[in-house]
């Protein structure tokens, strides 16, 4: 079976960390650090870990939106999998943990196939190819996480990689950041928490990896053999420093004028912002 084509999306979007129940703390490079999101998902790690086909049950039943995940959790402490730092976790936050330990087990190497297509589980996301209107905001944001997922799938395999709340995640934030602008357009509520931004793009990277290999979609990163256009922008205010952005024309047609100038002016807070129309959640 032939490589996962690749795509480069170079950072320039500063994201914001929301303080919440499940996020707490400022990013963190420290091994072990008392950090909530980090604890959600060590648990999420851990089912997978110790019961898969638990694991695959609970992303079956679990809710896609903001619903209490408690009985998921209370499941995971009988399982030796508890935490006392995770309290109050959403279903999309410990669904997003769940697909986040599948994905680095069932895709270790990027552009490579899995270990084993049969042991992959079905996810059953909204994709932003579905028809018809979306019912709800959750499935608008899942609609819009695939969009950015399969614009740039390279970078949202990286931050399912990195570790949660830490440094090396904003920054991959931070490389999603155009592809999140220019896809604004299927949601009309993006939220700005990390933790919850994770959640949706890792449920989406492993529900589009696993479509991929198992054949269900061709291509990723936008219509296949769409050129890509790189451009150029001051690195916060900056003459000396430049940060490239790489994306299709299409893509960039659908940033539009004011965004892009918006990026190079303000470091592209203000303009994630203004686009997307976003509030912390």
């Given at each position: ?18 303080s ?10 420290k ?10 998902y ?7 870990d ?9 992303l079956d ?27 109050e ?43 018809g ?17 399969r ?53 989406s ?7 991929y ?7 990723v ?10 451009r150029s ?8 420093q ?7 024309k299409?893509?960039?047609e659908?940033?539009?004028?004011e ?23």
């Open positions: 079976m032939h490589r996962l084509k690749r795509y480069s999306l170079p950072a320039f979007l500063a994201l914001t960390w929301v919440t129940a499940a996020l707490g703390q400022e990013p963190s490079d091994k072990g650090a008392r950090d909530p999101a980090e604890a959600v060590r648990v999420g790690a851990c089912l997978v110790r019961d898969r086909q638990l694991a695959a049950r609970l039943e679990l809710p896609l939106g903001d619903e209490s995940a408690d009985a998921a959790i209370a499941a995971a402490s009988a399982s030796g999998c508890g935490d006392p730092r995770v309290k976790v959403t279903s999309m936050v410990l669904r997003g943990a769940l697909a986040q330990r599948l994905y680095r087990i069932d895709f270790p190497n990027f552009g490579e196939p899995p270990r084993s297509l049969a042991k992959l589980v079905r996810l059953e996301l909204p994709v932003e190819a579905d028809e209107e979306a019912r709800d905001r959750f499935e608008q944001l899942y609609r819009w996480s695939d969009c950015v997922v614009n740039a799938p390279e970078h949202a395999a990286k931050l399912v990689a990195s570790a949660a709340n830490s440094r090396q995640e904003r920054r991959l934030f931070n490389s999603l950041g155009p592809t999140m602008v220019a896809c604004r357009s299927l949601a009309t509520y993006i939220p700005t928490a990390a933790v919850t931004l994770r959640s949706l793009l890792a449920q990277t492993y529900d589009m990896f696993r479509r290999w198992a054949g269900e979609i061709r291509h990163g936008g219509n296949a053999g769409e050129p890509i256009v790189c922008f001051s690195s916060s205010g900056s003459r000396v430049k940060d490239r952005f790489c994306m299709t299409r893509m960039w659908k940033v539009g004028f965004t892009r100038q918006r990026m190079a002016n303000e470091g592209g807070l203000g303009a994630f912002r203004s686009s997307a129309g976003a509030r912390g959640n």
